[in-house]
T-cell receptor, first 111, second 115 residues
Framework: TQLLEQSPQFLSIQEGENLTVYCNSSSVFSSLQWYRQEPGEGPVLLVT?????EVKKLKRLTFQFGDARKDSSLHITAAQPGDTGLYLC???????????FGGGTRLMVKP | KAGVTQTPRYLIKTRGQQVTLSCSPISGHRSVSWYQQTPGQGLQFLFEYFSETQRNKGNFPGRFSGRQFSNSRSEMNVSTLELGDSALYLC??????????????FGEGSRLTVL
């Protein structure tokens, strides 16, 4: 059974601070995705990384896939209240659209 | 284009009853996946259907079942409901991008409460 561990589980910061969320596994994934979910809504895909060592940037968000494709990180620069939400990492093993999700990181950015 | 539509959005059942949830994927998407989200276990994969065939199945008991119709709409059924089945059930559709995880578009979910 593949597992993804996310840390921290909860994060409360002030607007303008930087933060990093980690997603770790002992298993290798063919792809790693990051989603953000807001209350009352389904998760929305932020990025997909597929190559070991890959780094992708989405405005103030930087995503990295570990060289061994077992871990990933999400770094947010100068967080804003609009970044508040539940961040989820999800690993794909190449078997269709079956994803293994991490437990999530609930982020609150205070103005 | 219209997003993924799930019905009903909220429902309350009692133990022992059964429930059917419906999902209409984005037009043109043939893959529909179902996930269960709970505070304790997070998001867990239930099953995926592609062109009316179950392509993958998660580690859930046989009380959980699903199907997909020729128009790609999907239903999932939970029989003999237990208190622990209370959860947000999310449906996600995906286009065809080979046999690997592509972008999943999630619906807003059906929140089931079992009393």
């Amino acid at each position: 059974t593949q597992l993804l561990e996310q840390s921290p589980q909860f994060l409360s910061i002030q607007e303008g601070e930087n933060l990093t969320v980690y997603c770790n596994s002992s298993s290798v994934f063919s792809s790693l995705q990051w989603y953000r979910q807001e209350p009352g809504e389904g998760p929305v895909l932020l990025v997909t990384v597929v190559t070991g060592g890959e780094v992708k940037k989405l405005k103030r968000l930087t995503f990295q896939f570990g060289d061994a494709r077992k871990d990933s990180s999400l770094h947010i620069t100068a967080a804003q209240p609009g970044d508040t939400g539940l961040y989820l990492c999800a690993g794909g093993d190449g078997a269709g659209n079956m994803l293994t999700f991490g437990g999530g990181t609930r982020l609150m950015v205070k103005p | 284009k219209a997003g993924v539509t799930q019905t009903p959005r909220y429902l309350i059942k009692t133990r022992g009853q059964q429930v059917t949830l419906s999902c209409s994927p984005i037009s043109g998407h043939r893959s529909v996946s179902w996930y269960q989200q709970t505070p304790g276990q997070g998001l867990q994969f239930l099953f995926e259907y592609f062109s009316e065939t179950q392509r993958n199945k998660g580690n859930f008991p046989g009380r959980f079942s699903g199907r997909q119709f020729s128009n790609s709409r999907s239903e999932m059924n939970v029989s003999t409901l237990e208190l622990g089945d209370s959860a947000l059930y999310l449906c996600a559709s995906a286009g065809t991008r080979g046999y690997s995880a592509g972008e999943l578009f999630f619906g807003e979910g059906s929140r089931l409460t079992v009393l």
